[in-house]
């Protein structure tokens, strides 16, 4: 089945510095990703909707200047948090699906990148 | 704006328990319904999709039902085991153009040996 990779599983950072978080689709071509963040005890939330060749679509309240999306090919894209800050640290998920299902098939997830912000 | 909301949010059954899991969503203008597992500190596992014409999905011990009238999905886990325990999550899914997954909370589930 359809498999997607997320790296790094854990990563530990200074404030203030940057984290870029991987999301590739191993077996498909996906010209569209998700990127979804996840706090202790709440639902997953949509940060925004990663299109290759495009720029991302942001959900309300998600900085675009902060969490910098590239979907420069069709099998990877990249969340990069700038200026990382203590309330960044999240568990940060990434999904994708082969083109052309037309919603009919389910997403695929990564496992998670879980950030913490020191 | 949709809303989806799991009951209850954590539940702890004895080994060989059937259970019910239950979802709630506010807007009916689904196009399908997605049950999900995580395990801890990892992603999340496809478990059943109910499309927005059906009634109910299969997939051997489990089983989701769907009414979009009433704005509910159940899922129903048969004879259930310790490695089923995990938290549970179950989304809806638009017809917008994005199309994007909304989430519940999850509920949290335990099943003792």
């Known amino acids: 089945g359809a498999v997607v990779s997320q790296h790094p599983s854990r990563v530990i950072c200074k404030s203030g510095t940057s984290v870029k978080i991987e999301c590739r689709s191993l077996d498909f071509q996906a010209t569209t990703m998700f990127w979804y963040r996840q706090f202790p005890k709440q639902s997953l939330m949509l940060m925004a909707t990663?299109?290759?060749?495009?720029?991302?679509?942001?959900e309300q309240g998600v900085e675009k200047d902060k969490f910098l999306i590239n979907h420069a090919s069709l099998t990877l894209s990249t969340l990069t948090v700038t200026s990382a800050h203590p309330e960044d640290s999240s568990f940060y998920i990434c999904s994708a699906e082969p083109p052309g299902t037309v919603y009919n098939s389910p997403l695929h997830f990564g496992n998670g990148t879980r950030l913490t912000v020191t | 704006k949709q809303e989806v909301t799991q009951i209850p949010a954590a539940l702890s059954v004895p080994e060989g328990e059937n259970l019910v899991l239950n979802c709630s969503f506010t807007?009916?203008?689904?196009?399908?319904l997605q049950w999900f597992r995580q395990d801890p500190g990892k992603g999340l596992t496809s478990l059943l999709l109910i499309q927005s014409s059906q009634r109910e999905q299969t997939s051997g011990r489990l089983n989701a039902s769907l009414d979009k009238s009433s704005g509910r999905s159940t899922l129903y886990i048969a004879a259930s085991q310790p490695g089923d325990s995990a938290t549970y999550l179950c989304?809806?899914?638009?017809?917008?153009?994005?199309?994007?997954?909304?989430f519940g909370k999850g509920t949290k589930l335990s099943v003792k040996p």
């Open positions: 989304a809806s899914r638009g017809s917008g153009s994005q199309g994007n997954l909304i």
């Open positions: 990663s299109n290759e060749g495009s720029k991302a679509t942001y």
């Open positions: 807007d009916s203008a689904i196009y399908n």
